[in-house]
């Protein structure tokens, strides 16, 4: 992960010079960990493909009219989330409520043991809360320092590291609560 950020800072560097290519190689060197990191906030992968094609896009648009970047990758990562964010609250305020449709697909996955072990374990991360969470995903997947996850979150960094210790400390009191039969079937 260092190497992301430190070879993101590069290119970025080189882009703001005016190196259309630095970008291009920007962008193929982060795409996929903030495609990872935006369907861990919101779980459709559609979605998070045109939020991260309308956040380069604006970056692209608005080159030469940034302010100074200090960091790309946690400035990518925000942009991404605030994009997200928006992308979700236009959905809610467009939407006609309709019932889900169940498909025989996923009763078929959900039969599998598989399927199933890993729904066990997303329900107990699903009972955190979400900012807690999301700096979890951060910290351990996204491997940020807690400046940084402050800094994504909008955060102070103590509260940034509140959310990381109880969210490590819930998950641990639910972790003890693995059925006896988990690993042998």
């Not at 795409?31 to 692209?60: K, N, S």
């Not at 997947?141 to 109880?166: D, F, H, K």
């Amino acid at each position: 992960m260092a190497d992301i950020k430190s070879h993101a800072r590069q290119l970025w560097q080189d882009f703001e010079d005016g190196n259309a290519a630095a970008f291009r190689k920007l962008h193929d060197l982060t795409y996929a960990e903030l495609y990872r990191y935006g369907l861990r906030l919101v779980p459709r992968p559609a979605l998070v493909r045109d939020a991260l094609q309308e956040t380069f896009v604006a970056v692209w648009q608005r080159k030469g009219q940034l302010p100074p970047v200090r960091e790309p990758w946690l400035f990518l990562l925000t942009a991404l989330r605030h994009k997200l964010f928006d992308l979700v609250r236009k959905e809610k305020e467009m939407a006609v409520e309709q019932p889900p449709v169940p498909s025989a697909e996923a009763d078929l996955v959900e039969a599998e043991l598989a399927a199933e072990r890993r729904q066990w374990l997303a329900n107990r991360l699903a009972g955190l809360p979400e900012r807690q969470r999301e700096a979890l995903h951060l910290r351990y997947r996204v491997e940020l320092a807690y400046p940084e996850i402050a800094e994504v979150l909008g955060v102070s960094q103590q509260v940034a590291y509140n959310y990381v210790n109880r969210g490590l400390k819930t998950l641990r009191k639910t972790l003890g609560e693995i059925p006896e039969d988990f690993f042998e079937k």
